[in-house]
């Protein structure tokens, strides 16, 4: 475990290999809102 610690928080590769897998993921977590909240817009004005 300390060796996975020191490669992501020990430098700056690591550091910015986090960045980017957090801002993916928050950007899925986004798309997959916003994908289902125009699902549910589109239903409701079918009815």
């Known amino acids: 475990m300390d060796l996975w610690l020191d ?4 430098n700056s590769i690591g550091l910015m290999s986090i960045g980017v897998i957090t801002c993916t993921i928050a950007l899925m977590i986004f798309y997959s809102y916003y994908f289902i909240k125009k699902i549910r817009q589109s ?3 079918h009815k």
């Open 7 to 10: 490669l992501l928080f020990g």
């Open 43 to 45: 239903d409701d004005s």
